[in-house]
């Protein structure tokens, strides 16, 4: 009978087999521990945020973040073009901010004209950099648009973190801060 491996290299070839397992063994963990960690950390950073939109004939909703963690809740009026904020309170648990504008001239939108308003209304996120101060905008914008006419507007409110913190309502009117016209031929009556 031929023998293979003597006493002395079967010892050998196991310690190096043994070795050479516990460093794959290692680095199999290690791998696994640093992707699913990484991972934890994307799936961080990819959180839902998620805002609502919907709308009727005559009245549009949505929401958008407006600051600390905070949604507020838009409304407008397609008969009057009275747009809302309404904002809870995280401390009061009721409602902390309420600001009104109107939209109608902003939009070019005629009083009284024949063919009546189609509005289109959603938020976008947004991170103001803005000097020092406690009153800052909203973190998001507030966009809406005449489907008639093509003309769009945007709009921020002004937010007073240290007033929604002691539990104070605040409020006032909404600041346009961009328009345009998404369409550029003109539709006919």
Same mark, same amino acid.
């Given at each position: 009978?031929?023998?293979?491996?003597?006493?002395?290299?079967?010892?050998? $070839?196991?310690?190096? /087999?043994?070795?050479? %397992?516990?460093?794959?063994?290692?680095?199999?963990?290690?791998?696994?521990?640093?992707?699913?960690?990484?991972?934890?950390?994307? /799936?961080?950073?990819?959180?839902?945020?998620?805002?609502?939109?919907?709308?009727?004939?005559?009245?549009?909703?949505?929401?958008?973040?407006?600051?600390?963690?905070?949604?507020?809740?838009? $409304?407008?009026?397609?008969?009057? =073009?009275?747009?809302?904020?309404?904002?809870?309170?995280?401390?009061?648990?009721?409602?902390?901010?309420?600001?009104?504008?109107?939209?109608?001239?902003?939009?070019? *939108?005629?009083? =009284?004209?024949?063919?009546?308003?189609?509005?289109?209304?959603?938020?976008?996120?947004?991170? $103001?950099?803005?000097?020092?101060?406690?009153?800052?905008?909203?973190?998001?914008? %507030?966009?809406?648009?005449?489907?008639?006419?093509?003309?769009? *507007?945007?709009?921020?409110?002004?937010?007073?973190?240290?007033?929604?913190?002691?539990? &104070?309502? &605040?409020?006032?009117?909404?600041?346009?801060?961009?328009?345009?016209?998404?369409?550029? /031929?003109?539709?006919?009556?």
């Amino acid at each position: 009978m031929v023998r293979w491996f003597s006493k002395r290299s079967r010892r050998a $070839f196991g310690a190096g /087999l043994s070795a050479g %397992l516990l460093v794959a063994a290692g680095v199999l963990v290690g791998g696994w521990s640093q992707h699913h960690g990484a991972a934890d950390a994307s /799936l961080e950073a990819l959180k839902l945020k998620a805002v609502a939109t919907h709308s009727g004939e005559t009245f549009a909703m949505c929401t958008g973040p407006i600051a600390d963690g905070m949604e507020g809740v838009f $409304f407008l009026d397609f008969l009057t =073009g009275d747009l809302q904020c309404l904002v809870p309170n995280s401390r009061t648990g009721r409602v902390g901010g309420a600001y009104k504008y109107n939209v109608m001239a902003d939009l070019g *939108v005629e009083a =009284g004209a024949t063919k009546k308003p189609s509005f289109l209304m959603v938020t976008g996120v947004a991170s $103001f950099r803005t000097g020092g101060g406690d009153v800052r905008p909203a973190d998001s914008i %507030l966009y809406v648009a005449d489907a008639n006419s093509g003309n769009w *507007v945007s709009y921020s409110l002004p937010w007073s973190r240290t007033t929604a913190a002691t539990g &104070q309502p &605040q409020g006032g009117t909404l600041v346009k801060i961009g328009f345009g016209k998404a369409r550029d /031929l003109e539709l006919r009556n």
